[in-house]
């Protein structure tokens, strides 16, 4: 009897839940079932694509849809990538007669145009033309990305100074980054990165289907690649003297450990969902310790943070120690390279940069 039960049943890897044997996606979590094996298939058919190996890709992004529940926003990017993909036929060179050789013109004929263009009467060139300037449109709706950053720069560059508010510019572009390369090497369908000058950034992405544990590691991603970014302002500073990196490196520190605090839509909001009870009260333990080695107020915030949501009823069943591992380990390279990095911030600033 229990052999039959676990033909039919299993359990979600996410929640632990019971699953139909057919099932694509949890009811309950809407986790995908087959995400180990979606990652791989989309990191084979992006090689397989970079090497021009058009035919072998798309076998394995159509062998995907299938496990994909059809509905899912992953399955409608497969499709739409599919069709990005999908080589056209060429068209004919030129025209030929009944017997196939070539006409006496030795030219094509020009492509008859689509009906709808033909009712739009004067107004049909015009649409005609929008359509084939369709690419260069999308690629200034894309533009975005440019233009919020740039005017992020505008505005820190303004308060701060051409050189500190251009390097914070930067060291935020660099955490956002980290998110969305995270998500793009994972397969996942993901925006360039939004800036709102005077709030922040963000990056926009499909999570339907996706694991907790995934959504933990794509937001820690974003304060990791923070952490390297403050961490080369450091160096530089050991190197140069210079009070602009060491400035740069601590409020780089700041921001990303802000950022680590476990409320709200902060990075550490999204990947402490993913942590059990034990998890959460031991990183609790972690920033009250880091707070006593370096005496600085902000692991305060952490640390309320954390005990806050050791009471809250969003605590899943099973562990994930790789992600308190993950999550542990930024908190104290963060308070570490804070505490050896000197405040040049407040002085400085005073004097401009």
């Known amino acids: 009897m229990s052999t039959i039960t676990h033909a039919i049943l299993r359990n979600c890897p996410n929640c632990n839940a019971d699953l139909p044997l057919e099932a694509l996606a949890c009811p309950q979590c809407h986790a995908l079932i087959h995400s180990v094996r979606l990652e791989q298939l989309s990191k084979d058919a992006r090689a397989l694509e970079a090497r021009n190996l058009i035919p072998q890709a798309r076998e394995l992004w159509e062998y995907s849809l299938t496990l994909l529940p059809h509905d899912s926003r992953q399955a409608e990017w497969v499709r739409q ?17 009944p017997s196939g050789s070539a006409g006496a013109s030795g030219r094509s004929e020009p492509a008859p145009k689509p009906n709808w263009v ?8 015009f649409a005609l033309l929008l359509l084939k300037f369709k690419t260069l449109l ?7 990305f440019l233009f919020s950053f740039a005017f992020f720069i505008v505005l820190y560059v303004g308060i701060f100074g051409w050189r500190y508010g251009l ?3 930067v060291c935020i572009l660099i955490h956002e980054l980290g998110h969305f390369t995270d998500i793009k090497r994972r397969g996942l369908p993901a925006e360039m990165p939004v800036f709102l000058p005077g709030f922040g950034a963000y990056v926009r992405w499909a999570a339907q289907g996706v694991t907790r544990r995934q959504i933990a590691q794509i937001s820690l991603a974003g304060p ?9 302002c450091y160096i530089l500073y050991t190197y140069t003297h210079d009070p602009l990196w060491a400035a740069l490196a601590r409020t780089g520190a700041v921001l990303n450990i802000l950022n680590l605090i476990p409320i709200w839509v902060l990075d550490g909001g999204q990947a402490v969902n993913t942590l059990a009870a034990p998890e959460r009260a031991t990183l609790l333990v972690c920033a009250l310790g880091l707070w006593l080695f ?19 009823k969003d605590k899943p069943q099973q562990s994930d120690w790789s992600s ?6 930024l908190l104290i390279a963060l308070g570490v390279l804070m505490h050896f990095t000197p405040n040049t911030v407040a002085n400085q600033g005073r004097q401009g940069w």
């Open 81 to 97: 990538h599919l069709g990005a993909i999908n080589p056209t036929p060429n068209a004919l060179s030129e025209s030929t007669g």
């Open 118 to 125: 033909k009712k739009l009467g004067p107004f049909g060139p």
């Open 138 to 144: 999308l690629a200034l709706f894309k533009l975005k």
């Open 167 to 169: 390097g914070i510019s």
């Open 224 to 232: 990791l690649a923070g952490w390297i970014a403050a961490a080369i």
């Open 294 to 312: 370096t005496s600085e107020g902000i692991f305060l915030f952490v640390a309320a943070g954390f005990a806050w949501r050791c009471f809250t």
């Open 324 to 329: 308190w591992v993950y999550y542990a380990a």
